[in-house]
């Protein structure tokens, strides 16, 4: 099991930038495949970036790509979420949550860190 706290949000102008960090603890967090998710009141949640066990290999939501990056660093199990340019409608709690490779689901979630993106 891998506990997952994150840190980072805030309230940031259109255009601007954040930087989300979750810090893992619990045993083995290499071989979890971690991924952000994000939840905006009246929606449902939404999947925002995923990164595999070793960082090879990273997938973005469309709404996203170009603008937001996944990275993982082992040695100090973290995973951040660099969101640059960001827009209004990246308003919304975000949440990292870890799962095993091979399992289809995420099984280990963080409390969210609240993210708000002024006009």
């Known amino acids: 099991q891998v506990q997952l706290v994150e840190t980072g949000g805030g309230l940031v102008q259109a255009g601007g930038s954040l930087r989300l960090s979750c810090a893992a603890s619990?045993?083995?967090?290499?071989?979890?495949?971690l991924a952000w998710f994000r939840h905006a009141p009246g929606k449902e949640r939404e999947f925002v970036a995923l990164?595999?066990?070793?960082?090879?290999?990273?997938a973005y939501a469309d709404s996203v790509k170009g603008r937001f990056t996944i990275s993982r660093d082992n040695a100090k199990n973290t995973v951040s979420l660099q969101m640059n340019s960001l827009k209004p409608e990246d308003t919304a709690v975000y949440y990292c949550?870890?799962?095993?490779?091979?399992?289809?689901?995420?099984?280990?979630w963080g409390q969210g860190t609240q993210v708000t993106v002024s006009s």
């Open positions: 619990g045993r083995a967090f290499s071989r979890y495949s």
């Open positions: 949550a870890a799962r095993e490779s091979m399992s289809a689901v995420y099984n280990y």
């Open positions: 990164i595999s066990r070793d960082g090879g290999d990273t």
